[in-house]
C-alpha cells in the first residue's frame, strides 16, 4: 500500500476480507447490517464522496497509464443493491473507462460454449475498469442450487465427476491468469439480510416506480435461501485466494455497502499505483516546440 491510502480505507476494508483457506458459514460469520463504527449516515455520506474522489483520481491514473486493468465481480441475492452500488460507486469516474457486463441466464450460443466464455469475452483491457454484475460464480451458485440448469450445458458425461471441486479450481486458476496478466480481480459479495430482502421485495411491490424491479420468480428464488447460503459459503470458502479475495459487505443498509465497496476499490487501485507517464525527450522536445509556436501567436 502507498502512503496515500487514508486510513478508514484499511480500517473498513479489513473485517470485510475472507481471508483464504478459511471456512465461511452463512450467516453466521458475516453480519448483514453490520456498519463497523460508522454509526451515522451523513458520516457515510462523508466518506463515500472521499472514496468517490479517490476512484476519479486512480481511474484516471490507470488509464494513462494503460498497463494494469480492474475486475470488479458483483454478487448478491435479489434485492442486496448491486444496481444502486454501481451507480453510486462509480458516480464520479469517467465512463470512457468503465465498462459494466451484465449476465442473466445464458442464451443458445452461451450454452455452446465453456462456462467461462461469455465472461472472457467483456474482459476490461488495460486501463479500463470492468464490472461484471453477476458473473462467472453463476455457475456455482443459481447452478449449483438448481443442478438441473446442467442439462442445458452439453457437458459430457465424465465432465460432471466432482463438478463443483473442479469448477472452483478452474475459477481460481482463470483468476489467476488474469492476474498474472495484470488485471486486478476485485471481488464484493453483497450480503443482504432475509428479512431486509422481504422489505425490500414488498416496496417493490407497493411503490408503483418500482414495480418494474419485481418479478414473481424473485419470491420463488427465495423459498430456497438456505441453499443459497449454503452455495454461497462453499463459494467463499473455496474461492478466496491471494491473488483475488472476496470481501463481504454487509447490505442491510446500502449507504453503508455503498462505501464499503467504494474502500475495497479504492484500496485496490491505490495498490496498483498508477502513474502518468513521462514523456521521452523526443516528446519533451515537441512539447517545447508547440508551446514555442502557441506563445508565438500572441505577439
Known sequence: MTEQQPGWIKRLVEPLRVKPGSTVHLPRDFDPGARFGVRKKGDGQDLLRQGVELLAEY????????????????????????????????????????????FKQPSAEELWHDYLWRQARTLPARGEIGIFNRSHYEEVLVVRVHAELLDAEKLPPESRH?????????????????????????????????????????????????????????VRERRYWDDYQRAYSKMLSHTSTEWAPWHVLPADHKWFTRLCAAAVIAQTLIGIDPHYPAPDPGARQELELARGELEAEAS
Open 162 to 218: 466432482d463438478i463443483w471441486k473442479r469448477r472452483y479450481q478452474e475459477i481460481n486458476d482463470w483468476e489467476r491468469y488474469l492476474s498474472g496478466q495484470g488485471i486486478r480481480v476485485v471481488k464484493l459479495f453483497l450480503n443482504v439480510s432475509r428479512e431486509e430482502q422481504r422489505r425490500r421485495f414488498l416496496r417493490r411491490i407497493e411503490e408503483p416506480g418500482k414495480n418494474w424491479k419485481f418479478s414473481a420468480s424473485d
Open 59 to 102: 481511474q484516471d491514473r490507470l488509464a494513462a497509464q494503460d498497463t494494469y486493468g480492474v475486475l470488479v465481480v458483483l454478487q448478491a441475492l435479489d434485492a442486496a443493491g448491486k444496481d444502486g452500488t454501481i451507480r453510486h460507486v462509480m458516480s464520479g469516474v469517467n465512463p470512457q473507462g468503465v465498462r459494466v457486463s451484465s
